[in-house]
């Protein structure tokens, strides 16, 4: 399984583990690296576009997944497992029934769909997982309303042998704002209850 593809970096301070989201939500906004500049700061730089993902950031704690089980012939396995969220930062931690984590090498994680694939069968044992995931909807929202006010200053223009109005290019704005917006995730504060897990033990040397 793969995520976005491969990603290549611009200059920044940025976390390697959010490429490719940095990526899709460039792609998404239709955010270049210099699209328009406030005094000596140019946008979109990769560290910018991942701010405001990090806006849009949620996270769980040793979240239950779910079990996609698979007939093979007169066996049935259980190899997938499914967190119920998509667009994750690479790579979460999943952890057994005893609460600790469990070896990269022994699965496969789609950071779009947030979904682990092992290697071996599970037995129907249940899968937990850790980390963050992002509401890339609603990180283009807001690129594109950012866009929008930094429009209202621009004169008309020409690109690429084609001319484009201001008013043209905010309603343009406004429409892509709206659309992601439409699509954004509702705001989500989750609350864990230390009593209802089972301890977590970590690996490795002292």
Same mark, same amino acid.
Request: hydrophobic share 30%; with cysteine.
């Given at each position: 399984?793969?995520?976005?593809?491969?990603?290549?970096?611009?200059?920044?301070?940025?976390?390697?583990?959010?490429?490719?989201?940095?990526?899709?939500?460039?792609?998404?906004?239709?955010?270049?690296?210099?699209?328009?500049?406030?005094?000596?700061?140019?946008?979109?730089?990769?560290?910018?576009?991942?701010?405001?993902?990090?806006?849009?950031?949620?996270?769980?704690?040793?979240?239950?997944?779910?079990?996609?089980?698979?007939?093979?012939?007169?066996?049935?396995?259980?190899?997938?497992?499914?967190?119920?969220?998509?667009?994750?930062?690479?790579?979460?931690?999943?952890? &057994?029934? #005893? /609460? *600790? !984590?469990?070896?990269?090498?022994? @699965?496969?994680? $789609?950071?779009?769909?947030?979904?682990? %694939?092992?290697?071996? &069968?599970? #037995? /129907? *044992? !249940?899968?937990?997982?850790?980390? @963050?995931?992002? $509401?890339?909807?609603?990180?283009?929202? %807001?690129?594109?309303?950012?866009?929008? /006010?930094? !429009?209202?200053?621009?004169?008309?223009?020409?690109? $690429?042998?084609?001319?484009?109005?201001?008013?043209?290019?905010?309603?343009?704005?406004?429409?892509?704002?709206?659309?992601?917006?439409?699509?954004?995730?509702?705001?989500?504060?989750?609350?864990?209850?230390?009593?209802?897990?089972?301890?977590?033990?970590?690996?490795?040397?002292?």
């Amino acid at each position: 399984m793969t995520g976005y593809g491969t990603a290549t970096l611009a200059t920044g301070l940025i976390r390697s583990t959010m490429a490719d989201l940095i990526n899709e939500l460039r792609t998404m906004s239709e955010a270049g690296t210099g699209d328009y500049s406030l005094g000596t700061i140019t946008f979109w730089t990769d560290a910018q576009l991942q701010a405001v993902l990090d806006k849009k950031q949620s996270e769980v704690d040793y979240e239950q997944m779910n079990i996609f089980s698979k007939r093979v012939g007169s066996i049935t396995e259980y190899k997938e497992y499914y967190s119920g969220h998509t667009n994750w930062e690479d790579t979460p931690t999943v952890r &057994d029934t #005893y /609460g *600790s !984590a469990l070896s990269g090498t022994l @699965y496969t994680f $789609d950071p779009v769909q947030g979904e682990v %694939e092992f290697t071996a &069968d599970q #037995y /129907g *044992s !249940a899968r937990f997982i850790s980390g @963050y995931f992002y $509401d890339l909807n609603g990180a283009a929202g %807001e690129v594109w309303h950012k866009k929008m /006010g930094n !429009a209202a200053k621009m004169y008309d223009f020409s690109t $690429d042998r084609h001319s484009m109005s201001r008013s043209q290019f905010m309603a343009h704005c406004k429409e892509m704002y709206q659309f992601y917006q439409g699509q954004a995730g509702p705001n989500v504060i989750q609350v864990y209850r230390e009593d209802t897990r089972p301890p977590i033990y970590e690996t490795g040397d002292e």
